[in-house]
């Protein structure tokens, strides 16, 4: 369900093919487009000094028009090939929801943690929270978001802040291991606590829509969307047994899945691979990206890898969107060991010559192009 008008002819500065690339999305979202997705980003031609924009600008200047343009100045030598897009997604740390609601907010230079107060909140505290509209996050995250948003028309998409996963963002309120003994010591009282904290979510996520662009939308996952969606997550799942994963997780995933249009779950690391099947099981879940982690990659074990092939067809064979992020030189070895329907690559490049060289080495068949 589009919260707004869907702007079938909104050509973007930085992407000038963005109109049709918006039509692939939306039929790659409905499951009706036969070929795959490539994203494809690297610096334009004749650009020498480039690198990856710095995501955590939000949080390092308190000056969001600053921010936006030094955004619009990577775009202009940035190239966005294939499915890629100038993604601006307002990045204040995985699981800002928490500092919304009274964790600590520790920003080391790289990334921020979200930790408990030093009196964590007790499950009782949880169930009584409410979103505070003049909470210093709350006003960080609202002037960026309208900020970005007020900038953007006809330039760039503007990605949604990462929110946090439902148990991630509890974690942070009270702490990992008192969130685990909740679950043997208060599992009634926790599971009141979730519900609380998947209202306060929701809520979170609708206001910040309203701030928003109309008619479409993307997130830190960078893939636009005309309706409501989100990378739904649950890091805390790495130490969780499948049985408490089904008690405790299922339960708020599924019904993320009932309240947006479309949801991808994020599965991240080794430890969660079993509870995919679980995952597989909700029908409303749109699909699944998945990531190795740093430890399997520098194995050589990255999302391209063979070894994970058994995985990607088995979220295949369920009809799942199936994203990944992968090394050029994997693209098309999956390209010819995966269905193309469904699946999304994103592709980091040195140069757009070895971009346009991948371009023409992948089967023309098994790429989705306006």
Not at 43 to 61: E, G, I, L, T
Not at 200 to 229: A, D, N, R
Not at 236 to 258: G, M, Q, T
Not at 292 to 312: D, F, K, Q, T, V
């Amino acid at each position: 369900m589009s919260w707004g008008v869907w702007e079938k002819h909104m050509p973007l500065l930085y992407k000038e093919d963005w109109d049709e690339y918006k039509e692939l999305y939306k039929a790659w979202w409905d499951g009706e487009l036969r070929g795959a997705l490539l994203q494809l980003i690297s610096p334009k031609q004749n650009v020498v000094m480039w690198r990856s924009w710095d995501s955590w600008a939000f949080v390092k200047y308190n000056d969001p028009v600053y921010v936006v343009k030094s955004f619009e100045s990577w775009c202009k030598e940035t190239y966005f090939g294939g499915a890629a897009f100038p993604n601006l997604w307002i990045n204040f740390g995985p699981g800002i929801l928490g500092a919304m609601l009274g964790s600590q907010f520790i920003f080391t230079g790289d990334t921020v943690w979200f930790k408990p107060p030093e009196k964590p909140f007790s499950l009782r505290e949880i169930c009584e929270l409410e979103l505070d509209f003049n909470n210093k996050w709350w006003v960080k995250v609202k002037q960026a978001t309208e900020t970005a948003s007020m900038m953007s028309k006809g330039r760039f998409v503007v990605g949604i802040t990462d929110i946090g996963g439902v148990l991630d963002v509890m974690a942070s309120l009270r702490g990992t291991l008192n969130l685990i003994k909740d679950m043997f010591v208060e599992p009634k009282l926790l599971e009141e606590a979730i519900m609380r904290i998947l209202g306060i979510w929701h809520e979170c996520y609708e206001e910040l829509l309203k701030l928003m662009p109309k008619g479409g939308m993307s997130s830190w996952m960078g893939i636009w969307c005309p309706s409501k969606w989100y990378p739904i997550q649950c890091d805390l799942a790495y130490i969780l047994s499948p049985k408490l994963f089904k008690k405790f997780v299922i339960p708020h995933i599924r019904e993320h899945c009932l309240r947006l249009d479309y949801t991808i779950y994020h599965l991240d690391g080794p430890n969660q691979l079993p509870h995919v099947d679980t995952l597989l099981e909700i029908e409303e879940l749109t699909g699944i990206q998945w990531v190795p982690g740093a430890a399997m990659s520098e194995r050589g074990h990255h999302g391209g890898s063979s070894i994970w092939l058994s995985l990607y067809r088995k979220i295949q064979k369920r009809g799942k969107r199936l994203v990944l992020g992968v090394p050029l030189t994997s693209v098309k070895f999956l390209l010819d060991n995966l269905s193309p329907r469904g699946l999304l690559l994103s592709v980091s490049c040195y140069s757009k010559r070895e971009a346009d060289k991948l371009m023409e080495r992948v089967p023309k068949n098994k790429i989705a192009k306006p």
